[in-house]
């Protein structure tokens, strides 16, 4: 079992930045990969970024978000997203995932509103 804890985001205003960090607890050897998903008002569930534990520590980003968040471990049971340039269309509840061989885990999400 990975119980997963986020913390950050609240309110910004747009062109401000703000990290997002997520703190992993329990089986954490057992994780291969962790990212971040977001999810708007009335619309679907989206991978905002992955990143593999595995040696290689490789790293994906959404179209959408690709120059401007970066995501960044800080252990191996701490991850942060570091989201620069922030705009309105990034308001969402952003949620952090664990994937072990098993299964993938969810945080309860963290809100994230961007004001113009």
């Known amino acids: 079992q990975v119980q997963l804890v986020e913390s950050g985001g609240g309110l910004v205003q747009a062109g401000e930045s703000a990290t997002l960090s997520c703190a992993a607890s329990g089986s954490i050897f057992s994780i291969d990969n962790m990212g971040w998903y977001r999810q708007a008002l009335g619309k679907q569930r989206e991978l905002v970024a992955n990143i593999s534990l595995r040696r290689d520590g490789t790293r994906m980003y959404a179209d959408a978000v690709k120059g401007r968040f970066t995501f960044f471990r800080q252990s191996r049971s701490t991850v942060h997203l570091h989201m620069n340039d922030l705009n309105v269309d990034d308001t969402a509840v952003y949620f952090c995932?664990?994937?072990?061989?098993?299964?993938?885990?969810w945080g309860q999400g963290t809100q994230v509103t961007v004001s113009s």
């Open positions: 995932t664990a994937a072990t061989v098993d299964r993938t885990y």
